[in-house]
């Protein structure tokens, strides 16, 4: 009886769930998404877009397990909107995000908005955070203390 119930515990957990919910959105995506038209556009009619959204709901789905930074898939799907979806825009006649050169653009300002916003966050957290400072700031001594301590020798260190 107890091994039913560790079954049972694991068939409902939150992992396993999470995996399987992962499981019927892929499926869903790629056999019905080809079906799928806005106004005559079938938007995941290839299997490259069909692919991408599998693998951003996969790693949506582990991050969201592990209590990882679900913004970083928000940025990644932001990014493939516009490559994807980018020629598609016109206002009026123009069509500002057909050209690649501009669609790489966008893409390298919203990643480079990012990445300045996460050295943001970590600057404030090493200015409020001593402990996490003196780690920054010892990054790897630890290992050579040990070396040393050991009797091994730095490679390219004079003794």
Known sequence: MQYLKQFLGFLFSRQMLAFLAVVLLAVVIWFVGPLLAVDGLRPLASAGVRISFI??????????????????????????????AGPLL?????????????RTVVITVVLLACALYWLHRLWRALRNNDDLLARFLNF????????????????????
């Open 90 to 102: 016109a206002l009026g006649s123009a069509q500002p995000l057909a050209p690649v050169w501009v």
């Open 55 to 84: 693998v951003l709901l996969l790693a949506l789905g582990i991050l969201w397990l592990v209590s990882g930074p679900v913004s970083l898939i928000g940025v990644a799907a932001l990014c493939l909107l516009v490559w994807y």
């Open 140 to 159: 790897g001594q630890d290992a050579r203390q040990e070396d040393v301590a050991k009797g091994f020798r730095c490679p390219g260190r004079a003794s």
